[in-house]
């Protein structure tokens, strides 16, 4: 090959490096967009808006909440997927993109090839709560009533394929009980019908329902995570009483499309591993429940990956899918 053609692709390939160690090197130069699949005021909305603020701050540049709801996540993690692999585009990563893998092969994306991890963000802890016309005082009781009375108990959720419907079917069959699922459109019409008494349980994130257990207008009967939560520490977990590693928790995250720059990846993980460990945000995220977390890309990598699977069986379990 004539020497002229290697003084090209040395040119070239130095070009490609420049380049990107110039575009690590200003970055953000112009606002950065954080995209959430669920509509303002949500916990993941919460979570993305604080971190976007902490952001803000240390990078000299805006941070940009954007919903983009609807379809499970799936329009929302879509648009990231196919957004710019520049680092100005990020994506709220929740439970949600675990799980809808596992109810569809048709996803417009792959969240693994698709996506590079930035961060895992935090946790927030699940509670089984019902109604106190069903007269229980604990988890046995109310798993009794509904061995005594086949298919006549009900748990609501926010849709079918949601996580409170896979931790309702999860928890049907380890306990080999039969309580039936009432899908809604959203969270909040199954907490309505929950107060209301038209259904009589629901998995569902603890801050959600605080104010109403803190009024007994609903009963917390366990946490569906491995270990209690802070907002009811008295409160035990599916696991120590009844269904071992029993853990359908929500969970948040950070990642960005694939190609996008180490450097850049790198930058965002320092600063949000910084904003997850400050005093301020963690007193935000407190109330909502939500513990922070926090690692290497790698980590959240792993973690994805482990919790893919984890639906992918509790799918097959429940024998759901969505297409």
């Keep these: 090959m004539p020497i002229s053609i290697f003084i090209k692709i040395a040119l070239c390939f130095s070009l490609i490096v420049f380049g990107i160690n110039s575009q690590a090197d200003i970055y953000p130069n112009k606002p950065v967009k954080i995209i959430v699949g669920f509509p303002p005021g949500a916990g993941a909305d919460l979570m993305a808006r604080v971190v976007a603020n902490k952001l803000s701050e240390s990078f000299n540049q805006q941070f940009i909440v954007e919903n983009r709801p609807g ?34 092969s048709n996803l417009p994306f792959d969240i ?16 089984l709560v019902v109604h106190p016309s069903l007269g229980v005082k604990n988890i046995q009781e109310y798993v009794a009533l509904a061995k005594s009375k086949p298919g006549k108990l009900t748990y609501g ?15 049907n069959s380890k306990l080999g009980i039969d309580i039936v699922h009432v899908p809604y459109k959203g969270g909040p019409q199954a907490l309505t019908d929950l107060l209301g008494g038209q259904i009589d349980s629901l998995f569902v994130i603890t801050s959600t329902v605080m104010p109403h257990i803190s009024t007994g207008k609903l009963k917390a009967l366990a946490v569906a995570g491995p270990k209690r939560t802070g907002l009811i520490p008295d409160l035990p977990t599916l696991d120590e009483t009844l269904i071992p590693n029993f853990d359908v928790n929500t969970w948040f995250g950070f990642a960005v499309p694939s190609g996008t720059p180490n450097e850049i990846i790198l930058k965002l993980n320092i600063e ?45 379990i429940a024998n759901i899918k969505m297409d």
């Design 157 to 171: 959720s926010s849709g079918t394929g949601t996580s409170p419907h896979l931790a309702g079917e999860l928890f």
């Design 71 to 104: 379809a499970g996540t799936n329009i929302g993690t879509n648009f990231v997927a196919k957004s710019s692999a520049d680092g100005y585009t990020i994506l709220l990563m929740t439970v949600a993109n675990a799980i809808n893998p596992a109810l569809s």
């Design 272 to 316: 949000i591993n910084k904003a997850l460990d400050s005093a301020d945000l963690q007193k935000k995220l407190l109330p909502l429940g939500i513990e922070t977390a926090g690692g290497t890309p790698n980590q959240l990598k792993t973690f994805l990956r482990e919790d893919l699977k984890k639906w992918s069986e509790i799918a097959k």
């Design 112 to 127: 693994e090839k698709d996506f590079s991890p930035i961060v895992l963000a935090g946790f927030a802890s699940n509670v």
